[in-house]
């Protein structure tokens, strides 16, 4: 393995565990700003990577994507714990919303710092130095898996984010049936994902993430 490679593994792992963990711990730190103290009492807003680590969606699931050279990166860190009665007690359906969306808004905003970043260095393959090498890779990966993540978890699709603030906005609007519509679709909601990822429907399902990341980058 030479040097290069060496450094866009590094580059590619770090990039994809600060916009996983990231991710969870801004839901967790949402609810806390609402009253739930439930993340902090269980170590889980804390910066340390290994107090995230889900063994399947940490390590697993990218390694395999990673080593059998798979066109996309996505992963996934232990989720947070949060009681969401607290939350709803102290901020109403909006705070459920806000802490449904926090992770997908942490991705969206960390992605357009990579972009707006990646405006102060050359072009990938016109620096000087393996150091600048990995910046720019490392801000380059980031600025897709940021916008992978917030994407996809932006899906109404049970168990995906967009489908929790969809039912707590259904909720609050007194849209009850669509609440029950969503509570019912939890149990298909993994084998609609599959469908979505593994047939045709790919094309449109990931045709968004491809237009952001060619505005960003």
Known sequence: MDSV???ETIAVVLALMFAIIGHEIMHGYVA??????????AGRLSINPLVHVDMVG???VPAVLFFSGAPF???WAKPVPIFIPTVLRNGGNKA???????GIAYNFALATLCAFLLGFFQD????????QYFIVYFLIQSLIYNVVLGIFNLYPIPPLDGSHALTYLADSLGWYKVVTFYNSMERYGMVILILLIATPA???FFAPIRYVIGLLY
Not at 32 to 41: P, R
Not at 124 to 131: N, S
């Open 5 to 7: 490679t060496i450094v």
């Open 32 to 41: 806390y700003l609402y009253g739930d103290n439930t993340a902090k009492y």
């Open 58 to 60: 940490t390590i697993i």
């Open 73 to 75: 990166m996505f992963g």
């Open 96 to 102: 459920a919303i806000a802490v449904s969306l926090a």
């Open 124 to 131: 990938l393959h016109e620096v000087d130095t393996l150091a």
């Open 202 to 204: 790919s094309k449109y």
